[in-house]
């Protein structure tokens, strides 16, 4: 029956929205329009408004820059959360990978004479494994992603205090610490391979079957499964994806600090899942994508470079964050049938 | 209305209805059960019978009718309320917590209390006391999980002894269990009906009604059909009553050339749902697997469809033996399969009709690589047109109506020739003209020389359908019938066989 009703209501909303004739019809085809912008593109329309007319120095070019220098680590993590989200799992190691893969990589670099090369890579190996072993554990071992990666986050975080007995280690070398600096066209290089890593994913999630196939496994995975989808494998790759992203978001991380500590990270868990959420993406999986995932990270950053302006109390700034969340959610919500 | 009540004691319904939508799933049925007597509930797959004990149970509102208990009106607003009232419904699926122990089910809710804390002393003993008396021989200290089907049915039982019902409903407690435990239910029964409680006893075995009902009704399509007042009612008059109708419409395909074999199954088993299932199925042959609910049915075409693992056996497709633990494997030796529940495991509703389509085809769809919406549109648009889907394909596919979902899901298996194609449940909950078009596309698909399954709870559209059927029970084959000699009551009468 519901069936029928939501059949005729669509279609009575789709006569509205072409008949737009009289004067209610014109204002009406306007609200449709505007209800086809996606809600989290708004919100972040109204606070950089907002923020405009709060602060002279909001916009302007060199802010604009620092807005998108400061997200590119949490942009580039909030990529494979957002690919773990949609398939309806969850992955709470990634500020632990950070933090592991970057102390592995300057460990290696400065106590075994590593060329530095190779120690990232190594790092970004790193990245991956967990990222195998999370998959592994939520796939075949049937943990739930919650339990599987709040161990292996768990098990990270002591294993980068493990390495240097809890030391930072600084001195990176000079050629890898400019990549911090250089400017492309005039933008920073790391926001540039945010970027990159977004238009990649994005092309993958819409034009690849596999990429595809996590909106399938997301809504069901069963019906993903008896489609003859190799839904586990699927599974395995994303958490891999998760792992290898956030190693990437380390070696950014170091290049601007020009040091590994090995609490590094660990803070940004929870603002990367805001980003997807605010995004549009539903913890229930299924749904969520990189526009919705970029729209969302920059509310997060303008969010925190305007109330830094305004000098907004930085305690203050993590319940701002939590309202923005919650009215984010709340706005996205479909209107029930 | 008629408010005076039929009789002083005994639990009556009068007219009860209920519709779900413009569905009438109940249409006016009566019955009366007095103190002490047993009323056996007899009727085949979606008959009403579980709809009529819900509402007696207080479990669904009624549409319409009336009920009294011992002479006073009756309406439970709750499971609750029919409890408190006297009434106790049996479930059919168990409904214990595998967590709590045995005398805690039991206890649940109303849990015995002393000085504010739970008293576990009086709770087990009262546990013991019941479970004793009821013959069960198990520790209610000890965890339900891990108990047997059977000792989790008594204990079901046990927990409806508890509340000292005057009434008591037994939806299919046979149904899970084999012969010898299926033996200590009836005497549960036996014991109950001699202490002068009134019960409503439904099962598929008729042979159990038989010696227990003093009464039997027989519903069918939501109708109360008959009414057998004395014992011992005949089986054949059971089975005539259930099935009773006439058949209005045949769809049969041509007959099978019989000379290819498009899949050998044999000696299929799986632990726990099926053994020894042996069939062939030739090319342009429909093969309807006919049975009750729980009979195996869709657990069999899981298996060979690679959905479930299958723990012995061979399958041959087209004389070539193949071995796979995926529904992708399947899929790459010709099977593939329609499943059941189009919005659980067949559809993602929230995606559009297009997407659904192509979905297990996007890797052999791309080029390069690369799928683009174009080509997913393509093959959804040249499906829409195959199979008349009516609805706009770039829409979630819950927009859509039951029989044009039920139409994108086989679209969906039909991009590619499967050698053979397997259907389960492949109208349910849909309408007539849908139904019509899903016959003609399976008829068509045989006459073309594919081997075609159809799993159904319909007798009729098995019947109709098939060329020969293979009839199951309690997870077991027990006949294969070719379509000229089987009647409903022969299907019938071996499914309902043990």
């Given at each position: 029956m519901s069936e029928v009703n939501s059949n005729l209501h669509g279609a009575d909303r789709h006569v509205r929205a072409t008949t737009p004739g009289a004067q209610g019809g014109l204002a009406d085809g306007a609200l449709a329009i505007l209800r086809r912008v996606p809600g989290p593109l708004i919100g972040l329309i109204l606070v950089f408004v907002a923020f405009s007319y709060l602060s002279p120095y909001?916009?302007?070019?060199?802010?604009?820059?620092?807005i998108f220098s400061q997200v590119s680590e949490i942009g580039i993590m909030a990529v494979g959360a957002a690919l773990v989200i949609i398939i309806g799992g969850i992955d709470l190691s990634v500020g632990a990978v950070v933090a592991l893969s970057l102390m592995v990589n300057a460990w290696l670099y400065r106590d075994f004479g590593v060329p530095f090369v190779l120690s990232s890579l190594i790092g970004l190996g790193v990245g991956a494994l967990v990222g195998l072993i999370n998959g592994v554990l939520s796939t075949y071992g049937r943990i739930q992603p919650f339990v599987a990666t709040l161990a292996t986050m768990s098990a990270c975080s002591g294993l980068a205090l493990f390495v240097t007995n809890g030391g930072p280690v600084t001195g990176f070398p000079d050629w890898f610490t400019a990549f911090a600096s250089t400017r492309i066209l005039g933008l920073p290089l790391e926001s540039l391979l945010?970027?990159?890593?977004?238009?990649?994913?994005?092309?993958?999630?819409?034009?690849?079957?596999?990429?595809?196939?996590?909106?399938?496994?997301?809504?069901?995975?069963?019906?993903?499964?008896?489609?003859?989808?190799?839904?586990?494998?699927v599974k395995v790759l994303v958490y891999i994806l998760a792992g290898l992203l956030a190693a990437v978001a380390a070696l950014v991380l170091g290049a601007r600090l020009d040091s590994a500590h090995p609490t590094a990270g660990a803070s940004d868990l929870l603002s990367v899942i805001a980003v997807v959420v605010i995004g549009g993406a539903s913890l229930a999986g299924g749904n969520g994508g990189m526009m919705g995932t970029f729209i969302g990270l920059l509310i997060i950053g303008v969010?925190?470079?305007?109330?830094?302006?305004?000098?907004?109390?930085?305690?203050?700034?993590?319940v701002v964050i939590g309202i923005a969340i919650i009215i984010a959610v709340m706005l996205d919500r479909k209107p029930a049938n | 209305?008629?408010?005076?009540?039929?009789?002083?004691?005994?639990?009556?319904?009068?007219?009860?209805?209920?519709?779900?939508?413009?569905?009438?799933?109940?249409?006016?049925?009566?019955?009366?059960?007095?103190?002490?007597?047993?009323?056996?509930?007899?009727?085949?797959?979606?008959?009403?019978?579980?709809?009529?004990?819900?509402?007696?149970?207080?479990?669904?509102?009624?549409?319409?009718?009336?009920?009294?208990?011992?002479?006073?009106?009756?309406?439970?607003?709750?499971?609750?309320?029919?409890?408190?009232?006297?009434?106790?419904?049996?479930?059919?699926?168990?409904?214990?917590?595998?967590?709590?122990?045995?005398?805690?089910?039991?206890?649940?809710?109303?849990?015995?209390?002393?000085?504010?804390r739970v008293d576990r002393a009086r709770m087990e003993q009262e546990a013991r006391a019941v479970l004793e008396t009821l013959g069960a021989h198990v520790d209610p200290r000890r965890p339900v999980g891990g108990l047997t089907m059977a000792v989790q049915q008594e204990i079901e039982i046990a927990k409806a002894v508890l509340r000292k019902p005057r009434y008591v409903i037994f939806d299919e407690p046979?149904?899970?269990?084999?012969?010898?435990?299926?033996?200590?239910?009836?005497?549960?029964?036996?014991?109950?009906?001699?202490?002068?409680?009134?019960?409503?006893?439904?099962?598929?075995?008729?042979?159990?009604?038989?010696?227990?009902?003093?009464?039997?009704?027989?519903?069918?399509?939501?109708?109360?059909?008959?009414?057998?007042?004395?014992?011992?009612?005949?089986?054949?008059?059971?089975?005539?009553?259930?099935?009773?109708?006439?058949?209005?419409?045949?769809?049969?395909?041509?007959?099978?050339?019989?000379?290819?074999?498009?899949?050998e199954v044999e000696g299929a088993g799986r632990a726990g749902a099926f053994r020894d299932i042996s069939f062939t199925l030739h090319e342009g042959e429909?093969?309807?697997?006919?049975?009750?609910?729980?009979?195996?049915?869709?657990?069999?075409?899981?298996?060979?469809?690679?959905?479930?693992?299958?723990?012995?056996?061979?399958?041959?497709?087209?004389?070539?033996?193949?071995?796979?633990?995926?529904?992708?494997?399947?899929?790459?030796?010709?099977?593939?399969?329609?499943?059941?529940?189009?919005?659980?495991?067949?559809?993602?509703?929230?995606?559009?009709?297009?997407?659904?389509?192509?979905?297990?085809?996007?890797?052999?769809?791309?080029?390069?690589?690369?799928?683009?919406?174009?080509?997913?549109?393509?093959?959804?648009?040249?499906?829409?047109?195959?199979?008349?889907?009516?609805?706009?394909?770039?829409?979630?596919?819950?927009?859509?109506?039951?029989?044009?979902?039920?139409?994108?899901?086989?679209?969906k298996w039909l991009v590619e020739e499967p050698k053979v194609f397997i259907v389960d449940e492949p109208t349910r909950g849909v309408d007539v003209g849908a139904k019509m078009a899903i016959y003609q596309i399976l008829r068509d698909l045989a006459a073309g020389g594919m081997g075609v399954i159809v799993?159904?709870?319909?007798?009729?559209?098995?019947?109709?359908?098939?060329?020969?059927?293979?009839?199951?029970?309690?997870?077991?084959?027990?006949?294969?019938?070719?379509?000229?000699?089987?009647?409903?009551?022969?299907v019938m009468a071996l499914a309902v066989s043990a």
């Amino acid at each position: 029956m519901s069936e029928v009703n939501s059949n005729l209501h669509g279609a009575d909303r789709h006569v509205r929205a072409t008949t737009p004739g009289a004067q209610g019809g014109l204002a009406d085809g306007a609200l449709a329009i505007l209800r086809r912008v996606p809600g989290p593109l708004i919100g972040l329309i109204l606070v950089f408004v907002a923020f405009s007319y709060l602060s002279p120095y909001f916009l302007t070019y060199r802010n604009m820059i620092n807005i998108f220098s400061q997200v590119s680590e949490i942009g580039i993590m909030a990529v494979g959360a957002a690919l773990v989200i949609i398939i309806g799992g969850i992955d709470l190691s990634v500020g632990a990978v950070v933090a592991l893969s970057l102390m592995v990589n300057a460990w290696l670099y400065r106590d075994f004479g590593v060329p530095f090369v190779l120690s990232s890579l190594i790092g970004l190996g790193v990245g991956a494994l967990v990222g195998l072993i999370n998959g592994v554990l939520s796939t075949y071992g049937r943990i739930q992603p919650f339990v599987a990666t709040l161990a292996t986050m768990s098990a990270c975080s002591g294993l980068a205090l493990f390495v240097t007995n809890g030391g930072p280690v600084t001195g990176f070398p000079d050629w890898f610490t400019a990549f911090a600096s250089t400017r492309i066209l005039g933008l920073p290089l790391e926001s540039l391979l945010m970027v990159a890593i977004y238009l990649a994913v994005a092309y993958w999630l819409t034009f690849r079957p596999t990429g595809r196939a996590l909106y399938a496994i997301g809504g069901s995975e069963e019906v993903a499964r008896l489609s003859g989808i190799d839904t586990r494998r699927v599974k395995v790759l994303v958490y891999i994806l998760a792992g290898l992203l956030a190693a990437v978001a380390a070696l950014v991380l170091g290049a601007r600090l020009d040091s590994a500590h090995p609490t590094a990270g660990a803070s940004d868990l929870l603002s990367v899942i805001a980003v997807v959420v605010i995004g549009g993406a539903s913890l229930a999986g299924g749904n969520g994508g990189m526009m919705g995932t970029f729209i969302g990270l920059l509310i997060i950053g303008v969010l925190r470079n305007g109330m830094a302006l305004l000098n907004v109390s930085p305690n203050l700034q993590p319940v701002v964050i939590g309202i923005a969340i919650i009215i984010a959610v709340m706005l996205d919500r479909k209107p029930a049938n | 209305m008629d408010t005076t009540a039929p009789a002083p004691t005994g639990l009556h319904a009068s007219g009860l209805k209920k519709s779900y939508g413009a569905i009438e799933v109940l249409k006016s049925v009566d019955l009366s059960l007095a103190p002490g007597r047993v009323v056996g509930l007899i009727g085949e797959n979606g008959a009403g019978k579980s709809t009529f004990n819900a509402i007696i149970a207080g479990v669904v509102a009624p549409s319409g009718g009336q009920m009294w208990l011992d002479g006073a009106p009756y309406s439970p607003q709750s499971p609750a309320d029919a409890i408190n009232s006297g009434v106790a419904l049996i479930h059919q699926e168990i409904r214990l917590l595998p967590g709590l122990s045995v005398a805690e089910n039991l206890f649940l809710g109303r849990l015995p209390m002393k000085a504010g804390r739970v008293d576990r002393a009086r709770m087990e003993q009262e546990a013991r006391a019941v479970l004793e008396t009821l013959g069960a021989h198990v520790d209610p200290r000890r965890p339900v999980g891990g108990l047997t089907m059977a000792v989790q049915q008594e204990i079901e039982i046990a927990k409806a002894v508890l509340r000292k019902p005057r009434y008591v409903i037994f939806d299919e407690p046979t149904a899970a269990l084999g012969e010898a435990e299926a033996e200590n239910i009836i005497d549960q029964v036996l014991r109950m009906k001699a202490a002068g409680t009134g019960v409503i006893y439904v099962s598929h075995r008729l042979d159990e009604v038989q010696r227990l009902c003093d009464e039997v009704v027989c519903l069918r399509d939501g109708n109360r059909v008959t009414h057998w007042a004395t014992r011992p009612v005949a089986k054949d008059a059971m089975i005539n009553a259930m099935v009773g109708r006439a058949f209005t419409f045949e769809h049969h395909a041509p007959a099978p050339s019989r000379d290819k074999v498009a899949l050998e199954v044999e000696g299929a088993g799986r632990a726990g749902a099926f053994r020894d299932i042996s069939f062939t199925l030739h090319e342009g042959e429909i093969l309807g697997i006919a049975g009750l609910v729980g009979a195996g049915r869709t657990d069999v075409v899981r298996a060979i469809a690679g959905a479930d693992r299958l723990d012995t056996g061979t399958i041959r497709v087209a004389g070539q033996a193949v071995q796979f633990r995926s529904p992708r494997g399947a899929m790459d030796a010709g099977i593939f399969m329609v499943p059941e529940d189009r919005k659980g495991l067949g559809l993602n509703l929230d995606r559009s009709a297009a997407e659904n389509i192509t979905l297990p085809w996007e890797k052999k769809l791309a080029r390069f690589g690369q799928i683009t919406g174009r080509t997913v549109n393509a093959v959804a648009e040249r499906q829409r047109q195959r199979f008349d889907i009516r609805g706009r394909l770039g829409l979630p596919v819950s927009s859509m109506s039951g029989g044009n979902q039920q139409k994108v899901l086989l679209a969906k298996w039909l991009v590619e020739e499967p050698k053979v194609f397997i259907v389960d449940e492949p109208t349910r909950g849909v309408d007539v003209g849908a139904k019509m078009a899903i016959y003609q596309i399976l008829r068509d698909l045989a006459a073309g020389g594919m081997g075609v399954i159809v799993v159904s709870s319909e007798l009729e559209e098995v019947l109709g359908l098939s060329h020969r059927i293979l009839v199951m029970s309690e997870g077991q084959a027990r006949g294969v019938l070719p379509r000229d000699k089987a009647s409903p009551k022969d299907v019938m009468a071996l499914a309902v066989s043990a």
